[in-house]
């Protein structure tokens, strides 16, 4: 079995980088599709896929610059360059599997390429896991600005996208409409004035869950937790996790294989040339009473 060195960027089965960084896993069919960010070339996001989390082949760059564009909302803009046909930026896409409509449906943080000024929550489907997405624009969620986002999807199939808003300072979290197409409900304003970065949710034990970072751009700092009954329920105050560094990294998400819950993070390279150097840490998050405990291991805990 292949093993993969923490805070390194990570080969997949033809020996090329694999870069799906800001992250996520989706389990479907048999197979874990891992998504991320891809800033190279024309593309932004890329899939790849596993059946035991080590060998990843590479499937598609299943969102690019020149992805289908299709409006969905009035108010929803479709924009998949900038004004000088350059790149914009795509970050953190997560993908669901709706079961109602039988769609793959991408939410990601869109931002214009030039600055961070937009503060938007972008969407695309897919007919499958790694086809070619069709993008469906980005809008702001009830007029509230949206960086650093991730979903939670519950066993009923209620999902909710969570995502920095007040520039980063407050951490909403939306109820999705069943389509999964658009936001139904604020139903919570988290932390209001922590500025929580990086969200990531799990669920253990009938307890939810969520891991956040500070903002220092690409430098990790000191991960903080914290938990709720519900989703909607109340959630808790937060608590520190790991190190002052969250042993070098920042949260991806959480990916529970096997009754282990993994954590996902990335070893961010930083801006320009240095993002391609970024890298990737799973590190095993325990659950002890109610408390969570992140190791630090060398070799991903695969
Ligand atoms: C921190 C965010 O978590 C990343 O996704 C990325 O947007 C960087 N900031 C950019 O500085």
């Not at 007040?166 to 409900?185: F, G, K, P, S």
């Not at 937060?238 to 560094?245: E, K, P, Q, Y």
């Amino acid at each position: 079995m292949k093993t993969f060195i923490n805070g390194t960027l990570w080969q997949d089965t033809k020996g090329e980088p694999i870069h799906a960084h800001g992250g996520w896993i989706l389990f479907y069919g048999g197979w874990y599709y891992w998504y991320g960010e891809d800033r190279r070339s024309r593309y932004y996001v890329s899939c790849y896929r596993s059946q035991n989390l080590t060998d990843w082949e590479f499937c598609n760059h299943v969102l690019t610059m020149d992805s289908k564009m299709e409006g969905y909302r009035v108010q929803t803009k479709l924009q998949l360059q900038n004004g000088d046909g350059g790149k914009v930026n795509l970050e953190r896409p997560k993908v669901l599997y709706n079961r109602k409509t039988g769609k793959f449906v991408l939410w990601a943080h869109f931002e214009n390429g030039k600055d961070y000024s937009e503060a938007a929550a972008a969407i695309a489907t897919c007919d499958t896991p790694d086809g070619d997405f069709t993008y469906h624009g980005h809008f702001n969620p009830y007029g509230c600005m949206s960086r650093d986002c991730t979903l939670f999807q519950e066993d009923d199939g209620t999902a909710y996208f969570i995502s920095a808003a007040r520039d980063n300072a407050d951490l909403h979290v939306y109820r999705l409409t069943d389509d999964y197409m658009n936001v139904e409900a604020l139903v919570h304003r988290l932390w209001q004035g922590e500025f929580r970065e990086a969200p990531a949710v799990t669920k253990i034990g009938g307890t939810y869950y969520m891991l956040t970072s500070f903002c220092t751009n690409w430098a990790p700092n000191q991960g903080k937790y914290a938990s709720a009954p519900a989703m909607e329920g109340r959630w808790s105050n937060l608590s520190d996790i790991g190190d002052a560094t969250t042993y070098g990294s920042q949260p991806a998400f959480l990916l529970q294989k096997d009754g282990r819950v993994l954590y996902f993070g990335d070893r961010w390279g930083g801006d320009g040339e240095k993002y391609f150097t970024s890298g990737y840490v799973v590190y095993p998050l325990e659950e002890h009473e109610g408390k969570l405990v992140l190791k630090p291991t060398v070799e991903a805990a695969l």
